[in-house]
């Protein structure tokens, strides 16, 4: 099948792809390196210089750096176990044979749809607002103080929220492998003797490991980027307290305008993505080659 | 026209020689069957006929002038495949027509060659249905009608009957037989099925792992095979091969017989047995009798024969019908 | 899982589903409420539900500034000209990745893929300037180039496993037919590849609509699409609850219908072919 000029006509057409994704990448990913050993700040572009590491030295020696790990350590932990936890569950029940399940699944998936700012927004201001949200009235209406979820509990708001949007997701993909989970193997197990919670634990949740391991591997790649949500309510406060490694450096690089310092912030959430890439394939990476 | 010629043509994948070395020659108008076991490369050597596959040694002459390094498209070959692969968004008529409008002929003469081949297949009144409101046999004639249109050098069959009902089957091999009568063009069919093979066939070229065993007429095959596994191959059911004690009484590391050539008597013959599994087809028995000192045969009696499970009876075959192999599998004298 | 069951698990069963469900909905349901009240029974305390005022005027109000219809814009010429743009590229990429496969061709997919984990902030900071140098800044342009970039290792992925699926044979037949390479791309390849192809530009659409990241860094008023206008005016000095709501419903609504007929292309595409 594969002649000769197949092959060169096959070299040049994936070219421009590899091409664009490689300038893409690396260079962007060479300069950031480049700039991340200089003093550079847009504010006073004259003073230039070669700094070593001492943008990665103020980072390591801030207090708002390693609170901005624990926070994307913890958003990305608290999202990954609700959604997972909640979307087994919640898959569980549609898959049952109830009514209208073509309506539960668009009702269950939408939350994943709505744009970020948007599902931020509808949760600062629709619900968590003190004076005029859904979760104030009710406090109100039992007669209590309502919380300040933003203000006392910035991060775990942030977590809610990205819960919320990611939860579909999960649901989706666990979902599908449900459905392909042949219903024969149930119905053996159920001969042999197995009562739900044995079927669950034997059957059902190895089907699923390789779907939940997928939806692990993904959900992580893409919190560890979550910038829309807090841009939207907390901007990273109060003071730092909802700052997630990838919103500091945005910080450093539009508001403090201090390209040199972000630039070593961007280095240092590759080696961190890294690291957590490493963990990842070792723990769930053989769940995936089936 | 359709004169076909390989002189040692090799095909390897990797370190893999799936071919290691194949002569062969193929007369125009010969209907040539590729028969042999799963993975023998029957239909390997189909493709680098039709040049979907490069050789990795050899020559490929069509009609006298080296084809090896041509392209499908130039070598005037048409083939039918497996899955029929048929254009999946065309209608039936743009499915024949492709060839045509690929060749560049103009649409007034597209259209006349399409209805003449859908009036030879029957296929008139679907010609507007697209491949997937037909049925298995339309769609094959489908694709059919698709080869013959471009009125080849040759016709390639890979397997075109595997994805049918035993009893369309039937039919549609008397079809391609007719076909092949009145176009007296040369066909290659590649088949596992060695009923096909023998029912079709003027050129019978059994394969095994890259090689060709034996080439010959379908009853040459059948009288007079060149080796164990052609014996073994040809037939159904296969061929009785018996080695040891008793295959050296006649001089021979193996022999065989045909159950269609053992003499069944209940009061004597050359063999002693016992009766074990029985067929009943209604037209024919097929026994299974295990003799001692000789293994286990299959033996088939006309209409119905009153024999039953533990039975003794005795097996003679037919004079002359024996058939001798030596230790390298080859048949003597 | 079609058992029968008793007809009081169904009930239940079927009341858990739908609470969960319409918990999980509820605060989208709200924000659509809410952007038919009056500004003043939007923030009224208790909330009013059955006893508000309704009105249509948040829409013509929002739709009437001079600005929401260019976001609005921005995103529908952002979203879909950053994926036009991916599938020009993509196209043969996966064309030539599903049918004439090198050895290399597995590893080559799979570092397409991982340039999608790169965190966004490290390749920020040289974009953001190469973009202001370049005038490309705060420019539709600009951004339909950092989203195609974005997405197109999803693009390619999901094309590839769409052209893997095309039986090799009838792309065989063609070549035994007499077509050369470009008529057998443009006669048998590419309207069998029509479903695949709609399927990946209907995912990615919608990814680059809901994108909240580059559009919000490479933008600031002129290019911003709707993500950045909500991002920038969520809290609402300028714009009050019930016309903030106006303005979100209006802001995801066309990704909530598209998003209702991408399900199976959002397992296939986002889960890289770990889950069918």
């Known amino acids: 099948m594969s002649t000769q000029t197949n092959r060169l006509a096959a070299r040049l057409m994936v070219a421009p792809s590899v091409i664009l994704l490689f300038i893409w990448m690396i260079v962007p990913l060479a300069m950031t390196l480049y700039f991340s050993f200089r003093l550079y700040r847009l504010l006073t572009p004259e003073r230039t210089g070669w700094v070593g590491f001492n943008n990665y030295i103020w980072f390591l020696n801030s207090p708002d750096f390693w609170l901005a790990i624990w926070n994307t350590l913890a958003l990305v932990g608290g999202v990954l176990i609700i959604t997972v936890v909640l979307g087994t569950l919640i898959a569980l029940l549609i898959d049952q044979p109830v009514k209208g399940q073509g309506v539960l699944r668009i009702l269950v998936i939408a939350p994943f749809f709505v744009m970020p700012p948007v599902a931020a927004s509808i949760w600062e201001n629709l619900f968590m607002h003190p004076q005029n949200g859904l979760f104030a009235a009710i406090a109100r209406g039992f007669g209590a103080q309502p919380i300040l979820f933003l203000e006392q509990y910035p991060m775990p708001s942030v977590i809610g929220i990205v819960a919320w949007e990611w939860l579909p997701f999960a649901t989706l993909i666990l979902l599908t492998a449900l459905q392909s989970l042949s219903s024969e193997q149930l119905e053996a197990a159920e001969m042999d003797g197995a009562g739900s919670f044995s079927r669950f634990r034997h059957i059902i949740l190895p089907h699923l490991t390789r779907a939940i391991t997928a939806v692990i591997l993904i959900q992580t790649i893409f919190l560890l980027g979550i910038f829309g949500e807090i841009y939207t309510t907390t901007q990273g406060g109060p003071g730092s307290a909802s700052t997630t490694l990838p919103y500091m450096i945005f910080k450093q690089a539009i508001v403090a305008k201090d390209i040199g310092r972000a630039a070593a912030g961007g280095i240092i959430a590759v080696i961190l993505a890294n690291i957590v890439a490493v963990f990842l394939m070792r723990g769930l990476g053989k769940n995936l080659d089936a | ?333 | 899982m079609a058992r029968a069951q008793s007809p009081r698990r169904r009930l239940l069963m079927t009341l858990a589903a739908w609470s969960v469900a319409l918990l999980i909905f509820f605060p989208v349901l709200w924000m659509v409420i809410t952007s038919f009240k009056t500004e003043a029974s939007a923030v009224a305390s208790p909330p009013e539900f059955l006893s508000a005022d309704w009105t249509l005027e948040n829409y013509a109000e929002v739709w009437a500034r001079s600005d929401y219809p260019r976001f609005f814009w921005n995103s529908v010429v952002i979203s879909i000209g950053s994926t036009l743009l991916g599938l020009a590229v993509a196209i043969p990429a996966a064309w030539a990745m599903a049918f004439v496969p090198a050895k290399r061709t597995k590893d080559l997919l799979m570092w397409m893929l991982s340039t999608k984990m790169m965190p966004a902030v490290a390749v920020m900071i040289p974009l953001y300037l190469v973009f202001q140098r370049t005038g490309l800044f705060d420019t539709k342009i600009g951004l339909v180039l950092a989203l195609m970039l974005m997405n197109l290792p999803i693009i390619v992925w999901m094309l590839y496993t769409y052209f893997r699926e095309i039986p090799g044979e009838i792309l065989e037949a063609a070549r035994m037919d007499g077509a050369g390479l470009w008529n057998e791309i443009l006669h048998v390849l590419t309207p069998m590849a029509i479903p695949g192809i709609a399927s990946t530009m209907l995912l990615n659409v919608i990814l680059a609509w809901n994108e909240a990241f580059w559009t919000i860094t490479l933008t600031t008023t002129k290019a911003a699409p709707l993500s950045a206008f909500i991002a920038s005016f969520s809290a609402p000095q300028g714009l009050f609850y019930a016309k903030l709501s106006a303005a979100s419903a209006m802001a995801i609504a066309p990704i909530l219908i598209l998003g209702w007929f991408s399900q199976k292309q959002l397992v296939r595409g986002l889960t890289f072919g770990a889950v069918k």
């Open chain 2, 1 to 333: 026209m359709g004169k076909i010629n390989l002189r040692n043509v090799a095909k390897r994948f990797g370190e893999v020689a799936v071919i290691p070395d194949i002569n062969l020659d193929i007369e125009d108008g010969e209907f040539v069957v590729f028969v042999g076991p799963s993975g023998c490369g029957k239909s390997t050597l189909l493709r680098l006929i039709a040049g979907l596959e490069d050789v990795s040694d050899g020559v490929i002459q069509i009609d006298g002038v080296n084809a090896t390094d041509l392209p499908p498209a130039k070598r005037g070959l048409a083939m039918v495949f497996q899955s029929y692969a048929l254009y999946p968004h065309m209608s039936v008529r743009k499915n024949i027509s492709f060839p045509l409008k690929m060749a560049g002929l103009d649409q007034a003469e597209i259209d006349r060659k399409v209805e003449g081949a859908a009036k030879v297949l029957n296929l008139t009144n679907y010609l507007d249905r697209r491949p997937g409101q037909l049925s298995g046999g339309q769609r094959q004639r489908v694709a059919i009608g698709r080869a013959i249109v471009r009125e080849p050098k040759a016709f390639l069959f890979d397997e075109p009957l595997s994805n049918l009902d035993a009893a369309l089957r039937v039919n549609m091999r008397i079809e391609i037989s007719e076909l092949h009568q009145s176009l007296k063009t040369t066909m290659i069919y590649v088949t596992h099925d060695q009923v096909e093979a023998m029912t079709m066939a003027d050129k019978i070229v059994v394969l095994n792992a890259g090689r060709i065993e034996q080439v010959g007429s379908p009853l040459e095959l059948y009288r007079s095979p060149a080796n164990t596994f052609v014996a073994g191959f040809i037939g159904s059911p296969k061929m009785n091969l018996i080695d040891g004690a008793e295959a050296q009484k006649h001089g021979a590391a193996t022999i065989g017989v045909r159950p269609e050539h053992i003499d069944l008597s209940t009061t004597g013959g050359l063999w002693q047995g016992t009766v074990g599994l029985s067929e009943h087809l209604g037209s024919d028995t097929f026994l299974r009798v295990t003799v001692e000192g000789v293994g286990m045969l299959t033996v088939r009696a006309s209409g119905e024969v009153d024999v039953h499970h533990g039975d003794t009876v005795w097996l003679t075959p037919h004079a002359g019908k024996l058939h001798r192999f030596g230790a390298d599998g080859k048949a003597i004298g």
